[in-house]
Each structure stands twice: as structure tokens, then as C-alpha cells.
């Protein structure tokens, strides 16, 4: 491995994948220089992981904040700016190798666009990115030479049972999804669920905008459209499985009629470690899997009455354009009036469903149109918020 490859810029690092990320970095002791931070808000987390990994760059998201980062950190050594164009500058960061891209949502979009422009090995956990714009980020890596490893479980796990398989032996691609903490709510009590029970996740402890998702199965949705993307396969050979004990992470079916699974502990530190270290692998002394503990291991289809945000993603993903940008904001949206409990559980689909009907489709195939799309979606689903 190259020096500038042992270099990680994290976008995100005071959120869950982030101190996840900065974990793996001190189990790998030496191995990985922390040089560039980007977080939003939470300036007390920041300022330790300044402290303890000086980066030369750091950036948060208001400017009023890059002062009080400064005097809380007191590090002499590290330049601090701000915004989105703070966060686009370490994502380009010269002495970065590593792009780590753990922010959450649409605002991820950009800064992980600048490191793939930059021709970085992106580590991509921000799925957003890959809804919204996953055509215009395919193309810039092309012709910058960058490197996207996924992050996200599932993705890591077909990232590595593909290997170097030709797509055209592919003839499926199956995520898993724990069905979340409604797998088996009776189906007349999902609409008035509370953001409490809605961050209950029975399996992953993850940032509450994906746990909301994860319960809506939202998630999966995007983690659909992310895949199409990432593995460059058409929509028609991806599918889902509810699989409740979340061993099995995903499963590539060849066309020989042979099925490759990946599973693992469920934690997530192991998905991280993998898009840090490929195409080695390293001990870190992470959890190894214990299958006859966890016993039986099952699957089912994904019930659409049960999550109608889901059979919506999947509508977006084969009609693609600008449908996955409009899934994507009015969803934001809609999780983000969840989170501040502004309206219900039942809500987040009725909203998204509404954008949805109403959306015209256009191309979505530069960076100015996916902004724009993004903006309209996001005023169509405000309007939509019911006001209780
Ligand atoms: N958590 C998981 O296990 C998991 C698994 C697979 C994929 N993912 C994906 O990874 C991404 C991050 O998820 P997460 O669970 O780590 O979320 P999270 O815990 O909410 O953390 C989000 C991070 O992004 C920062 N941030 C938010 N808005 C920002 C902005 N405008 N500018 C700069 N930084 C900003 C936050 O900073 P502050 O906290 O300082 O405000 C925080 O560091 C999401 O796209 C998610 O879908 C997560």
C-alpha cells in the first residue's frame, strides 16, 4: 500500500460510520494517518478527535463554529473552515489517499462528488450520493480514476462476492434486510408508531435518519438504486429477502445457477475495516460470526402493504431519471418531520407517496438538474407535511 493510501479524510466523523471509521483506525494502530475531518455540529466530539488526531484540516457546518472549534480544541496545527465548501475541500484534500464519506443525506452528495473528481478511494457510506447522482459519479470516476468501495453491509458483501465475476455470469443480486422493529406489528397499528419505537432497531445502533429508514424500509429501497450504481446491474437483477437474524448480508447468483453469500457479525466496524485495507484483509480483533448461537437463519419476501415506501423505491429505481432524486428529498423531508415529531409514522410514506404522484420526470443527468429536482421535491414535500 502506497504512503498517501495509509491517509483517511472522514466525511462525518462524530457520526456513527465516523467514530466507527476513527475505531478501526486505532485497532489498526499505525496503520492509517487521520489527516482531514469534516462533522456538522457536535463541536465537544470534534474537538477530542482534533485533539487526538490533529488533522491539518478540519471543517464544521456553521462559521460561527469553526472559532468556538478552534479555542475548545486549542490546536495550533489545524486549518478549521466551514459550510459546504469546507466540507468539499477535505473531501479534496491533497494528503488524503482515503475518502471516507459518512455524511448523512443529500448534503453528502457534494463533498463526495468533489472526492471522486479528486480521484480518491472513496469509501462510500452516504447512500445518497449514489441515489441522486450515481450516473454522474460513475462517470467522474471514469475519467479521474477514482475508487468506490461501498460501505454499507450489504453492498460490502456483494462487493465481495462479486470479486472479479463478469457481470454477464451475474444473473441476481440479493440484499438482505432485517426487516427492521415493524416486521411484525399488526399492520392497523404501523400508521401511529412513535419515533421512540421507530429508532428501536433490533439490530444495527446507527445514526436515527438510516434507523428511521431502516423501519420504514426506505432503506433498502435506497440501498437498491445505491447497488444498481455501484455494480453497474440493470434494476431487473436486483431483488430483496427479509432476513430477520441479519447474518447473511447479501447474495450473488450466477448464472450457473450457483448462489455466493456473505455473512458476518453485525457490526459494522467489519464492512468499514474491508473498504479501508482492500484489498488486504487485516486482524483488528473484530467479532468473528457464531452461527450455531445464532441458530436458525431465515427468509422471506418483503411484504409492500406492510412497507409501501419500499414497492415506491422500486417503482423510482426502474424508472430512474429523476424519480430517485425526488424518492430521495421528499423521503429527507419526511424522516426529518418524523424526527421532530411533527407528524406520524403513517405520515413519512403518505407524504412521499404524494411527490411522488405529482412529479414530472426529467433527465437528471448533470449535477445542475439533480440540485434543481432536489429542490423542487423538497418544496412539494414541505407542502405536504401535514400540520397537527
Ligand atoms: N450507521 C450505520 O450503521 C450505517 C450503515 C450503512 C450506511 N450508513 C450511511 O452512512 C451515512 C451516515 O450515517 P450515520 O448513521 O453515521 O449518520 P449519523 O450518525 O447521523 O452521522 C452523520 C454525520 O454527518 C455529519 N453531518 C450531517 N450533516 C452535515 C453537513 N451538512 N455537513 C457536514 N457534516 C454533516 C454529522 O455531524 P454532527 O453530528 O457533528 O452534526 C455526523 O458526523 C448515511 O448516509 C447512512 O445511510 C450508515
Given amino acids: 500500500m502506497g504512503q498517501k493510501n495509509g491517509t483517511i479524510a472522514i466525511l462525518g466523523s462524530t457520526g456513527s460510520i465516523g467514530t466507527s471509521v476513527l475505531d478501526i483506525v486505532d485497532r489498526l494502530n499505525g496503520r ?7 462533522a456538522g455540529s457536535n463541536l465537544a466530539l470534534l474537538a477530542a478527535q482534533v485533539e487526538k488526531y490533529e488533522p491539518a484540516l478540519v471543517s464544521v457546518s456553521a462559521r460561527r463554529d469553526a472559532e468556538k472549534l478552534r479555542r475548545l480544541s486549542g490546536s495550533r496545527r489545524t486549518r478549521i473552515v466551514h459550510g459546504p465548501g469546507g ?89 438482505t434486510a432485517s426487516g427492521g422493529p415493524f416486521l411484525k406489528t399488526p399492520l392497523k397499528d404501523l400508521g401511529t408508531k412513535t419515533l421512540e419505537e421507530a429508532l428501536r432497531h433490533p439490530r444495527w445502533i446507527m445514526g436515527k435518519k438510516v434507523t428511521v429508514d431502516s423501519a420504514t424500509l426506505m432503506n433498502k429501497g435506497l440501498e437498491l438504486i445505491e447497488a444498481r450504481w455501484l455494480f453497474d446491474l440493470d434494476p431487473s437483477r436486483l431483488d430483496v429477502l427479509i432476513h430477520p437474524q441479519s447474518a447473511v448480508h447479501a447474495l450473488v447468483e450466477m448464472r450457473d445457477g450457483s448462489v455466493l453469500a456473505q455473512l458476518s457479525a453485525t457490526d459494522m466496524r467489519i464492512p468499514i475495516q474491508y473498504a479501508l485495507t482492500w484489498p ?85 443527468d448533470s449535477v445542475e438538474a439533480i440540485i434543481d429536482i432536489d429542490k423542487d421535491a423538497r418544496r412539494e414535500a414541505r407542502r405536504h407535511i401535514p400540520q397537527r
Fill in 87 to 175: 466540507a468539499a475541500e477535505v473531501a479534496r484534500f491533497d494528503g488524503a489517499g482515503i475518502v471516507v464519506s459518512a455524511i448523512t443525506g443529500m448534503s453528502g452528495f457534494g463533498p463526495t462528488l468533489e472526492a471522486v473528481k479528486a480521484g480518491r478511494r472513496v469509501a462510500l457510506a452516504n447512500k445518497e450520493s449514489m441515489v441522486v447522482g450515481g450516473a454522474v459519479l460513475r462517470r467522474e470516476a471514469a475519467r479521474s480514476g477514482a475508487v468506490i468501495i461501498p460501505v454499507d453491509s450489504e453492498h460490502s458483501g456483494v462487493f465481495q462476492c462479486l470479486g472479479r465475476t463478469r457481470r454477464r455470469d451475474v444473473r441476481r443480486v440479493i440484499l
Fill in 280 to 364: 488486504e484483509r487485516l486482524d483488528s480483533g473484530l467479532p468473528g460470526l457464531d452461527l450455531a448461537g445464532t441458530g436458525r437463519l431465515e427468509f422471506c419476501p418483503v411484504d409492500e402493504r406492510r412497507f409501501p415506501l419500499f414497492g415506491i423505491a422500486r417503482q423510482a429505481l426502474k424508472a430512474g431519471a429523476s424519480l430517485p432524486v425526488a424518492l430521495n428529498a421528499a423521503n429527507e423531508v419526511a424522516v426529518g418531520a418524523f424526527l421532530a415529531k411533527k407528524i406520524f409514522f403513517g405520515d413519512i410514506h403518505a407524504v412521499v407517496g404524494k411527490v411522488m404522484e405529482g412529479h414530472r420526470t426529467r433527465p437528471a
Fill in 32 to 38: 492509517f494517518r487521520v489527516v482531514a475531518l469534516a
